[in-house]
C-alpha cells in the first residue's frame, strides 16, 4: 500500500509540474486516499480468522509503521481515520465485559467488523451465551427503530 501512496505522490508531482494543483485540490485528494486506504485496513482486519496476542500486537505496530512511512509522504495531519483504526484494533484486546459497551458506543464500524471482533477476539475466552449475548447487540444495532 505504502509503494502505492509513493507512486501517486510522484504522479501528482509529475503531473503538477505541467499542470497546477492548487494545494486545497492536493490536499483532497491525499485525505481521501488515506481515508480509503484506512477503511480498507480495518476490513482487512475483520476479515482476520484467528489471531493471537503476538498477532495484535503486530497488527499496532505494522499501522505505526504504515503511519511513519505515510506522513513522510504527505503533510496531511491529521491522518484521516486513523483513530478509526486504533480503536478497531485496540478492541482486539477487550475483555467480554467491555466489549458489549464498547460495540453500543462505536456504531462507526459495520456489523461484520463488530461480529469478527467478538468471535475472534474473545474466541474461545467466553461461553456460547455470552457470544450469543454479543451479537444480539450488534443485531440489535443494526435494526431499524420503530
Partial sequence: ?????EQFNKKLAELSK???IPLPV?????????????????????NVKKCSNEGRA???LDYQQFLM????????????????VETYIKAYYLTEND???????HREYSTKQLTNLVNV???SHINKKARQKLLAAIDDMDRPKR
Fill in 1 to 5: 500500500m505504502l509503494q502505492e501512496f
Fill in 18 to 20: 505541467h499542470v497546477r
Fill in 26 to 46: 492536493s490536499n483532497i485528494l491525499w485525505e481521501h486516499c488515506i481515508r480509503l486506504a484506512n477503511r480498507t485496513l480495518v476490513e482487512g482486519y475483520a
Fill in 58 to 60: 503486530l497488527m499496532q
Fill in 69 to 84: 512511512k505515510l506522513e513522510k509522504l504527505t503533510d496531511i495531519r491529521p491522518i484521516p481515520d486513523k483513530e478509526f
Fill in 99 to 105: 466489549m458489549e459497551r464498547w460495540i453500543k458506543e
Fill in 121 to 123: 477476539c474473545l474466541g
